[in-house]
């Protein structure tokens, strides 16, 4: 058999026995890599001669650098270099101001990057002293809905209007029979990745190289092109794997600025690992929100008025709006509808992206409201939302290309028990337990974006994905494989993919739950058009083999006449002890609608991971700024609790069948993000069922709990 008749072989046999690769679960390529050791992050990739450097925070809240004294640190053994504000490689102005490190004296927040010590070894980094001298200034790093510096944006992040109002809200909710006006508070929040941020930069011939810790190397090597004055072919970036972003690595982070520059200046390669408790000041977190809901409805439990208005934090150096208050244009037929965003600059660090930016928060103080408005209604909190059904997006008029939330709610009703709940709140109790159940929805937009692939067929009979993706720990290499075998129609194994490096293929980072859509959308294209090539090729392959690519610009695109978003409904139960405000969720489940499942392994461990996320979210997650010293007092994992296995007990994630012909060629939608939205709230929704409190401010911490149960005389 020729090379040519092995390949076309492969396909027919893929046709005959996998069934099709598309949605099995199919377990992830790199899974023995990562259990074993073997694959290699940004820190570890053996380059001869790499020193180590340690950056030096702000020990300002707000202030200049006056003077920097180096002495100390050089006199230290094996320190090479200190790059200061005063004598740094100095570069083009960014694009986002974060990223202009160590070139002016200006701190503009504490833990500000001041100071960059190089050392042949990381201890000796670390142990060279730099002593730097500030002239300070009055600092302002409280947020409050009264403060005299809030202001109404242009644009809420994602371009998003930051202010939509349809009716008149004001006067329906004056004149609505059942009216529900409330307040909640979601605090500062930090991405916490595993793998925290880190680079490692070398200059070669006029070229530089970089390994980083992204979400998206393509943003990187622009980056560091404008900030150098390179062209961005002199410029290559990659990013193999990946343990975790969360939103965090979205966007180039000084690290890898810092490291670039240690590498100019020593002509060594250079590693940047950012330390745990240095990341909550500058790889951005979720800026706290002060929500206002005004719920007005009928005494059938229809909503006449929904208004939904936040107030959030920005720093000084750079907008970054929380666009909380977008769900409620989403969600639910009122109306007279108006949503608000407002923030105030202050002296605190840059917020950016984080899981589920503004749909988590913004869900969260939703869902919770409409549980109170069930409440005083006397009605079942499912059918309040089932009675609240839209026939069209609220805010835009455009039509649903699918929306199955009624149908989750359905399903995730049968699946939890909900029929047999007794509505009553303090009405379940064991010893000095308190048990109580709830309920809230989700949702998440469908968002893609333009990419490029290509897939070879090789003599041998295999084939190879060549895409410039990100594997953050989704799965991403493994889907990817799925695409292109369903596309060629051949067995799994015979597909490898090539990710992660700008010497690939062009593609969009991982981010927004975009990324297999965007990606997929490529592969299946260039899949399609090797199968086509190979169907009408005779004889052996040619050495190289034959390869297709494809470039979805101007088909693959966010807008759309359709409004496209993923559905989900969240049910908990909890136990709440009356001794020590302890509250313990025993069950979590989650029920979606997010198109296509392209792999049910990762989906569910995606789905089930954002569940965990949300959890963190509701009960032990939360950082606090505090006003005198200008900072977060939870830097680390023994200050910020993520929750632990002992946390996630009886944990499940359901899916159903949708087919939506208005989304990509695989019908997918995105998964990574919708299984955070709906669980805080649920979780919260469940304590107040099981207590009769009402508690508005997040995490449900015990002291919180206690206070609230004392404040009843439980």
Known sequence: ??????????????????????????????????????????????????????????????????????????????????????????LAEPDDPTLAVLQDPRVPHRGWFVALVVAETLEAARAGAVRVRYDTEEHDVVLGASHPGVYVPEEANGGHPAVREQGDPDGAFGSSAVRVDVAYRVPPLHNHPMEPHTSTARWEDGRLVVHTSSQGTGAVRTALAALFGLPEDRVVVHAE?????????????????????????????????????????????RAPTLHRLRLGAGADGRLESLTHEVTTHTSRIKEFVEQAAVPARVMYAAPHLRTVHRVAALDVPSPSWMRAPGEAPGMYALESALDELATELGMDPVELRVRNEPDVEPDSGKP????????????????????????????????????????????????????TAAVRARPDGTFLVRINATDIGTGARTVLAQIGADALGVPLERVAVEVGSTELPSAPLAGGSSGTASWG???????????????????????PGLEARADTKGVARTESDWARHAFGAHFAEV?????????????????????RILNARTARSQFVGGMTMGLGMALTEGSTMDAAFGDFAESDLASYHVPAHADVTGIEAHWL????????????????????????AAIGNAVHHATGIRLRALPLTPDRVLAGLLGTGA
């Open 1 to 90: 058999m020729t090379s040519g008749e092995q390949a076309q072989a492969g396909r027919r046999e893929g046709r005959e026995t996998s069934g099709g690769s598309v949605g099995a679960p199919a377990e992830r390529r790199e899974g023995r890599e990562k259990v074993t050791g073997a694959a290699r992050y940004a820190a570890e990739y053996p380059v001869p001669g790499r020193a180590q450097a340690w950056p030096v925070p702000a020990a300002v809240a707000r202030g200049r650098v006056s003077g920097v004294d180096t002495a100390a640190a050089l006199a230290v053994p094996g320190v090479l270099d200190v790059l200061t504000p005063g004598d740094a490689p100095r």
């Open 241 to 285: 794997h990946v343990g975790g972003g969360f939103g965090s690595k979205g966007t180039p982070r000084p690290d890898v600025v810092l490291a670039a520059m240690a590498a100019r200046r020593t002509g060594r390669a250079v590693t940047v690992a950012l330390p745990r408790r240095h990341l909550a000041a500058v790889v951005g977190h």
């Open 400 to 451: 649903f290309s699918s929306r199955q939330l009624v149908a989750c709610l359905r399903e995730g009703a049968r699946r939890f028990g909900w029929d047999g709940r007794d509505p009553r709140p303090r009405s379940r109790r064991d010893g000095p337990l308190l048990r109580g159940t709830g309920v809230a929805a989700a949702t998440y937009p469908v968002m893609v974006g333009p990419s």
């Open 521 to 543: 959308w490529a592969v299946h294209e260039a899949g399609t058009r090797l199968a086509r090539q190979l169907a009408g090729h005779t004889g052996p392959l040619p050495g």
């Open 575 to 595: 136990s709440v002890d009356t001794v020590t405000g302890e509250v313990r969720v025993g069950r979590l489940l989650g029920v979606y609608a997010a198109g």
């Open 657 to 680: 069948d949708e087919d939506d012909p208005h989304l990509n060629p695989m019908g997918s939608k995105g998964i990574g993000e919708i299984g955070i939205v709906g669980t805080a």
